[in-house]
């Protein structure tokens, strides 16, 4: 009878091992091979698995989307490291932002085109497929017109005698660069070479172009209200320098930066002395007094004592000035 039992045991196993390989003969290609009808130079695919047909099809489309957008955050991440020396923080944000608009955009036009039931688990199978052409299409529109922007701005930039505006149109034209750099990493990502268009006008040169611009701007520092700490003069001051303009004379400079410091203190609270501050800053023509932009940053310290809570807040002014005015006196260029 063991003999017998055996016999049996083993010959059920060989039906069950069978019959999945019954199925697994039966399930289509595409459940882990390359459709013959989608192949990869000209479409994206994604496969998804669920006990309905909807939670398949759910995970189909995020199977894609995942694999579109990390493809596109590697390539990203790679041209802005190779291209951008400075401000790489920055600049990865940007496009960050730029190539997510831009993925659920192209990912817009995913369908799914394969379903399939394994009859053995009953589980649900799907393929969902995004169309190389359709989805790049777009992608080239936009990049030629991005790439129009620029020659535009650069051609502003390059007949404009006011250095302001010209080093504004040339941070135009960088703004659409950085923008441009989505696209492009999303279309490299549908592109089966993974070229995408080439931009005409390297970033690299328009940064360039900018800080040559920006070295022969004039400007002198003025201190218009100092809080009380003179410190804030050579704040100011170096703050001028970190943003790439050197500090002229009175009588050199074509441009004032006015600068004003308030704090307030706020007294004791929860065992700490409390400072509350703005720092604002005005671009003042010297020669006709009109005021090329302004902006104000509000900022708190605390300290265990009212001195110390004063001080850090002058290091919170350096912070700000070697981090925030550059981009402030670039955009009153711009505006």
């Known amino acids: 009878m063991s003999v017998v039992r055996t016999f049996l045991n083993v010959f059920f196993a060989v039906l069950i091992l069978l019959s999945s390989a019954c199925v697994m003969a ?3 290609t595409w459940i882990a091979g390359e459709p013959a009808e989608y192949p990869n130079e000209q479409y994206l695919i994604g ?27 590697v390539t990203t991440e790679n041209r802005t490291t190779i291209a951008q020396s400075g401000k790489k923080a920055q600049v990865d944000k940007l496009a960050t932002q730029q ?57 502003a930039a390059e007949i404009s005698a006011d250095p302001l505006l010209k080093v504004g149109a040339l941070s135009q034209a960088l ?20 070229r995408g268009i080439e931009a005409p006008v390297a970033r690299a040169s328009i940064q360039a172009g900018i800080d040559e611009v920006l070295k022969k701007i004039r400007i002198t520092p003025e201190v218009a209200a100092d809080a009380g700490r003179q410190e804030f003069s050579s704040l100011l001051k170096g703050g001028l320098a970190a943003a790439g303009f050197l500090a002229s004379d009175q009588a050199a400079a074509e441009l004032v930066l006015v600068g004003k410091l308030v704090l307030t203190d706020l007294g004791r609270q929860a065992n700490w002395n409390w400072v509350r501050g703005t720092v604002e800053v005005a671009l003042v023509e010297k020669a ?16 265990q004592d009212a001195e110390t809570a004063r001080s850090r807040a002058l290091i919170e002014v350096e912070r700000l000035f070697r981090q925030e005015l550059r981009p402030a006196i670039i955009s009153f260029a711009a505006s």
């Open 47 to 73: 496969r998804g698995v669920g006990a309905t047909e909807a939670e398949a099809q759910n995970r189909a489309r995020g199977d894609l989307a995942t694999i579109f957008e990390v493809r596109v955050a």
């Open 175 to 194: 703004a659409a660069s950085v923008r441009r750099d989505g696209f492009q990493a999303s279309l490299r990502v549908v592109d089966p070479s993974g």
């Open 288 to 303: 006709s007094g009109r005021v090329r932009g302004s902006k104000t940053w509000p900022f708190k310290a605390s300290a």
């Open 99 to 155: 190539v997510s608009a831009k993925t659920d955009k192209v990912l817009s036009g995913v369908t799914v085109a394969k379903l399939w039931r394994d009859p053995q688990t009953q589980d649900f199978h799907a393929l969902a497929v995004l169309s190389r052409d359709q989805a790049g299409a777009g992608l080239r529109e936009e990049l030629l017109k991005i790439d129009e922007e620029v020659r535009q701005r650069m051609a």
């Open 26 to 28: 039966g399930a289509p």
